[in-house]
């Protein structure tokens, strides 16, 4: 089972798989089997999910965290709504396993023309032109 929680507006603000009950990952003690944490932007857009309270991605083991991301738009004081970086952490064994990222640019007309890739060691997965 899934209980949902929403905010005033109507958006989901957080989700529980299998809210009732007590579990255990990896030596915590949890409440309900996961919880994802839903925040959004000023303008009502996804800012990500399983922020911390600073707002980074970072997963919290006392909530069953697995993942979290966080998504930016104004980078480069560019206000047009595309996505200008993601971030994200994974969680490995109640640890967060090291920050990734994203950082987007656009045309003119905010056609996606690359993807920069910042990652762990030497991982490489950006996409210098995107036609």
């Known amino acids: 089972m899934r209980r ?7 958006r989901l603000k957080q989700a529980k798989i299998r809210a009732t009950g007590s579990y255990t990952a990896n030596g915590t003690a949890i409440s309900g089997l996961q919880t994802t ?3 959004y932007h000023l303008r009502g857009q996804l800012r990500g999910i399983n922020l911390d309270g600073s707002g980074n991605p970072v997963p919290n083991a006392s909530q069953g965290d697995l993942f ?3 998504l930016d738009y104004e980078t480069a004081f560019i206000y047009d709504g595309n996505i200008g970086k993601q971030s994200w952490q994974a969680s ?3 640890a967060p396993s090291g920050l990734r990222s ?3 640019t656009y045309d003119n007309i ?14 490489n997965f950006s996409l210098p032109t995107i036609n």
Do not use: Q, W
């Not at 949902?4 to 109507?10: H, K, L, N, W």
């Not at 905010?110 to 991982?123: D, P």
């Open 102 to 104: 994203y950082t987007f």
């Open 37 to 39: 944490d839903y925040t």
């Open 4 to 10: 949902s929680e929403y905010d005033e507006a109507g």
């Open 68 to 70: 979290s991301y966080r």
């Open 110 to 123: 905010s056609r996606l023309k690359s993807a920069t890739y910042s990652g762990i060691g030497s991982e």
């Open 92 to 94: 490995n064994n109640n």
